[in-house]
């Protein structure tokens, strides 16, 4: 079975997220003061062939601990849907 | 009320990702060659206040038209959610 998944990587809460905080700073000059506490992370798509859900699942999370995500300052989440 | 949208800002299909053909690349290095087609882009969350979801809606539009998304090599989708 072939899988698609979306994966996205944050900064984790406790990390100041520096890229975020310029783009808050831009947004009151864009005219949009209400908007607060932009984050920014990663959002990652891609296909995976495996037999079950539960194996493509254990290799997204390989694939995310062992490149996608820096374990020390991001987390990560992913949802997997067949294609 | 308060709003948290979750922003997912990708390159264009048409468009080559090299970033995401780089990391393709190295899944198989990873021992993980099942892994195929993957595409990066960028995962933003923001706070938004605004009296109702539609007026929410159209400011995230607006901040992600604007300053989020590079409409030329870039689509954006985003979901909102009351906090």
Known sequence: MKFLAAINV?????????????VTGS??????????NV???RHITLEIEAETETLACKKVELACKNLLANMIMENFTFQLKII
Chains 1, 2 share one sequence.
Request: aromatic share 0%; proline share 12%.
């Open 27 to 36: 947004m009151k000059n864009l005219g949009l003061p209400e908007i607060q």
């Open 10 to 22: 944050m900064p984790l809460k406790e990390i100041l997220d520096p890229q975020g905080k310029a």
């Open 39 to 41: 984050r920014i992370g």
